[in-house]
């Protein structure tokens, strides 16, 4: 495979053309941003990190059925993708009341929630993400009435597998940020990453603690310390629980 011209740089990776047709490199990188990029910074290693952690997830999940875009990893910190047209849709499904939830709501941080809350922003910086009601998004165009109901689907059940897989590494899923896109064909498929960067992680043996539980981007937003440890604690729970140990 050669690589080509940068497609797209964001704020956690850079994505190249390559000779394949229909596939793409994405190339992980250490930057953390938080608040809508008003925070950045470097986490040591991280784009390795959060590669390795997705690639395994991805492949957890094509195991349940999930279409994703993921096809392999050339390198550490790269993943070969499916080419997809991303929609301007980030996903947003909770199983507890954290951060905007709490905020917006007045529920308590850490209430369980009596089922999981599947919510849609409309994935553009300039506006600031802005959370969405299904016929602004209807208004907007950004998804139709059919696409919306696959994606709704898709993301209960990615929860329900994820959910499982992380009890097993002794993490409890608190909620996490999907992205979908459409390939050549019109499928539908799971795309972005999924990883610390990308979800509320708690480490279910904390007990009380409630700083000491966060495994997640928590800890940079939020000065916690530690944010290394923390990734390199979720990648080494994650393999484990892949080899079955």
């Given at each position: 495979?050669?690589?080509?011209?940068?497609?797209?740089?964001?704020?956690?990776?850079?994505?190249?053309?390559?000779d394949e047709p229909g596939v793409l490199l994405a190339n992980f990188k250490d930057d953390?941003?938080?608040?809508?990029?008003?925070?950045?910074g470097t986490i040591a290693d991280k784009g390795t990190i959060?590669?390795?952690?997705?690639?395994?997830?991805?492949q957890e999940l094509e195991t349940h059925g999930i279409p994703t875009h993921y096809i392999d990893n050339p390198s550490p910190g790269q993943m070969r993708v499916r080419a997809v047209k991303i929609l301007p849709l980030e996903v947003v499904l909770r199983n507890i009341a954290a951060g905007s939830l709490?905020?917006?709501t007045g529920l308590p941080l850490g209430t369980i929630l009596k089922q999981p809350l599947v919510e849609f922003y409309y994935k553009n910086d300039q506006l600031g993400d802005p959370l969405l009601t299904r016929d602004r998004l209807y208004l907007l165009?950004?998804?139709?009435?059919?696409?919306l109901d696959t994606i709704t689907h898709l993301a209960?059940?990615?929860?329900?597998?994820l959910s499982n897989f992380f009890q097993r590494c002794g993490i409890t899923l608190v909620d996490f940020k999907l992205e979908f896109g459409l390939d050549a064909q019109q499928r539908m498929l799971l795309a972005d990453e999924i990883s610390p960067d990308?979800?509320?992680?708690?480490?279910?043996?904390?007990?009380?603690?409630?700083?000491?539980?966060?495994?997640?981007?928590?800890?940079?937003?939020?000065?916690?310390g530690n944010v290394e440890h923390a990734y390199q604690e979720v990648l080494q729970r994650v393999l484990k629980a892949v080899d079955g140990n």
């Open positions: 495979m050669s690589v080509h011209s940068k497609l797209y740089e964001g704020k956690a990776k850079i994505i190249y053309t390559t953390a941003t938080a608040f809508n990029a008003q925070k950045r959060n590669c390795s952690i997705s690639s395994k997830l991805f709490c905020q917006q165009e950004l998804a139709t009435p059919e696409q209960l059940k990615i929860n329900d597998v990308t979800c509320r992680l708690w480490d279910t043996y904390a007990g009380s603690d409630l700083d000491g539980r966060v495994l997640d981007k928590d800890r940079f937003r939020r000065d916690l």
